[in-house]
């Protein structure tokens, strides 16, 4: 059984609190029933959650879509986001989770990996330097997601050239771009993700691609 | 006050049931609004913490089709005369509830039909002193059934206009002297839930005056647009040039009285000559559907191709097998020890292989690709595109793997009659290749000749 290691990094910081977490909630429910609906995802996806504030934390561990139940995310009062750490902390799990091919054992697909946020990060050297470091990782894809007016695209242009905008942070857009995130991952299993990218389904009206 | 030694009336409790019961809400307050200071109050208190002990059960999880059994014990309540459950429905048409008044449970037994909800409806008397037995019911949530995951994968038709069409199935069975040669090829569910072509081919070939066996696999690129008339050009082209060579009575006498040395170098480079005539053949294709198909190239064609010829020679059977790419050729012998007649050319990354059209096939050492072995006897052999060979061995490793070899082999002739050299047998081997293997859901195909 080869996996399709999906990691999601969502910001919850305080700014996040009310709607927007709320929102993101439902949004991240749909993306899970609907791929339980798809039979190649069900028999490879594995999803892992982690969420950054003031704190990182690995929500959900690494784990596969048929029995995983959606975490409730949320948000603290106030604090920084610490999105340099969660990175770390992804490369941390990457290494523990990922399998890697060899002739005893079929690897994992290259893990993708997807990070929403609404601010920008306050850990801007761990920031800088953590980046540097996720590129000689080979992901299937890294795709980010600033979310709302106050996020800042150009942090996440230096992760990943698929930055994509969030106009509005309600319940709608989140629906919209969950949606898409699942329409992404379903792709990624069907292609079987051996060339070193994956193709990225068109993002909804909600969502804008960033240059 | 106490009468009938009930507990005093709690006002807002006869609200709050009301209000938990929309379908027999009307009831509810017929019945409860009136009596403000007796009896009636008491009852639903009673019933409330009935009622209530049933909303508080987990909701587990199954699937459809899995046998579950669950069980519930039935609350006790003060006064039992109260209640008196007359039936209990499970939402769900495969599965029953029964009462076991021994042990005070309530079991629900059975296998879910349909994903969704299942609820239980408990339909129940309770006795009130005004009112006599009113009929009520109680819905609760037990289960969340999830479909199960073979149910959801679609089985779309290719579209009939699309070039080079192909069949989703194909199945064959030639009596070859003694011996037989057995083949099948299915659409893999991933193609079918996509309604994608069949990528994978096969050729097989019996050449009675001269005794010669040609089998051919391939497996198109599921990345490649036409790899489905890639595998087919590959498998067809190969079979006609070895068939043309080895057909010819003069050729087998030359073979014949060739030094075994001699002999197998000059099949080694006829098999590898044949196996690149399919690149040639591929290339051909290409030029000329570029009319038709602009920007077509010898890349939208790409395939695997795993090829061998043989014959008995004297006393020994000899065999000249080739492979580009995945899948795998192997051969059993009486004895049942395993002789690879092809080596996998896994890549780095998973996914990754080689291609009959990547020119670096055919620029580093292909000769190097052809194995000339020689047998006493065998019992089997099996070649196979990786449809079979990634569920069947899982790793590179396994294939060396002399057991899973013959486990396959009693697998698949515990399914299939292969003493019977009937159509039949044909197509009892295509439906082998149905076996159900999680993550696995490629195109496969098998020849067998033994």
Redesign the interface.
């Known amino acids: 059984m080869r996996r399709l290691p999906v990691y999601l990094l969502v910001d919850t910081s305080g700014s996040m609190k009310g709607e927007p977490i709320a929102a993101a909630n439902n949004g991240l429910q749909a993306m899970i029933a609907t791929l339980k609906q798809d039979p190649f995802a069900l028999e490879s996806v594995y999803i892992s959650i982690i969420t950054f504030d003031r704190d990182v934390n690995e929500v959900l561990p690494l784990t596969e879509l048929e029995t995983l139940q959606a975490p409730v995310l949320s948000t603290p009062e106030s604090g920084p986001t610490l999105m340099g750490k969660a990175l770390e902390v992804l490369i941390q799990k990457i290494n523990h989770d990922i399998v890697k091919n060899c002739p005893e054992q079929k690897g994992d697909w290259r893990p993708l990996l997807f990070v929403i946020t609404d601010g920008k990060p306050s850990d801007k050297a761990t920031y800088k330097e953590i980046v540097e470091k996720i590129k000689t990782y080979k992901f299937a894809a890294i795709i980010a997601c600033a979310a709302g007016q106050d996020a800042q695209t150009e942090p996440l242009k230096m992760l990943t050239e698929h930055v994509y905008a969030l106009a509005t942070m309600d319940g709608a857009s989140f629906t919209q771009f969950f949606k898409w995130v699942s329409q992404s991952i379903a792709q990624g299993t069907a292609k079987g993700t051996s060339s070193s990218s994956i193709m990225l389904p068109p993002p909804p009206s909600e969502m804008s691609v960033v240059f | 006050m106490n009468i009938d030694g009930f507990e005093p009336p709690d006002k807002d409790n006869v609200e709050e049931i009301a209000n938990a019961y929309p379908s027999t809400c009307e009831i509810e307050k017929k019945v409860a609004i009136p009596f403000t200071s007796i009896g009636p109050e008491a009852v639903f208190k009673q019933e409330d913490a009935f009622v209530k002990s049933f909303d508080q059960i987990m909701v587990k999880r199954s699937m459809v089709g899995e046998q579950i059994t669950l069980e519930y014990e039935i609350p006790e309540i003060k006064d039992p005369t109260r209640i008196t459950i007359k039936d209990i429905v499970v939402s769900d048409s495969g599965m029953q509830a029964k009462i076991c008044p021994e042990n005070k449970k309530i079991q629900i037994s059975g296998i879910p039909t349909t994903p969704g909800d299942v609820s239980i409806k408990l339909v129940y008397n309770l006795l009130t002193k005004l009112q006599g037995n009113i009929a009520k019911e109680h819905v609760f949530k037990i289960l969340q059934v ?2 199960d ?2 149910t ?2 679609r089985n779309l038709p290719t579209d009939n206009h699309a070039p080079y069409q192909a069949v989703d199935e194909e199945h064959v069975i030639i009596q070859a002297g003694e011996h037989t040669i057995i083949a099948a090829s299915k659409r893999g ?2 193609h079918a ?2 309604g994608k072509f069949r990528d994978d081919n096969f050729k097989v070939e019996y050449i009675d005056e001269t005794g010669w066996f040609i089998i051919a696999v391939s497996d198109g690129a ?2 490649a647009k036409f790899s489905r008339a890639g595998s087919r050009i590959a498998c067809q082209t190969f079979l006609d040039i070895m068939h043309e060579k080895l057909s010819s009575r003069e050729v087998n006498v030359k073979i014949e009285q060739m030094a075994p040395a001699a002999r197998e170098n000059a099949l080694k480079n006829a098999v590898l000559a044949a196996a690149y005539q399919g690149l040639s053949k591929i290339d051909a294709e290409a030029k000329s559907a570029v009319d038709k198909i602009p920007g077509v190239t010898r890349k939208d064609y790409s395939a695997t191709f795993l090829g061998h010829i043989m014959k008995r020679i004297g006393d020994k059977w000899v065999v000249i097998s080739m492979g580009i790419g995945d899948g795998i050729m192997g051969l059993l012998n009486q004895s049942c020890n395993l002789t690879l007649l092809s080596e996998p050319d ?1 890549g ?5 292989t080689r291609f009959i059209t990547m020119n670096e096939v055919w620029q580093n050492n292909p000769i190097g690709r052809v194995r000339a072995s020689t047998f006493d006897d065998f019992k089997v052999i099996m070649s196979m595109s990786d449809g079979v060979s ?1 569920p069947k061995f ?4 396994n294939l060396k793997n002399e057991s899973l070899w013959i486990e396959l082999y009693n697998d698949i002739a515990g399914q299939v009659p292969l003493g019977e050299r009937s159509e039949e047998t044909a197509h009892k081997l295509s439906d082998w290749l149905d076996f159900w293997s ?2 696995n859901h490629d195109d496969r195909t098998i020849v067998l000749v033994y």
């Open positions: 999830t479909p995951p073979k959801l994968w569910r991933s839930h996509d599921g990345s896994g780095e990354f998973v996914g990754q990634d899982e790793t590179d490793n999680k993550g």
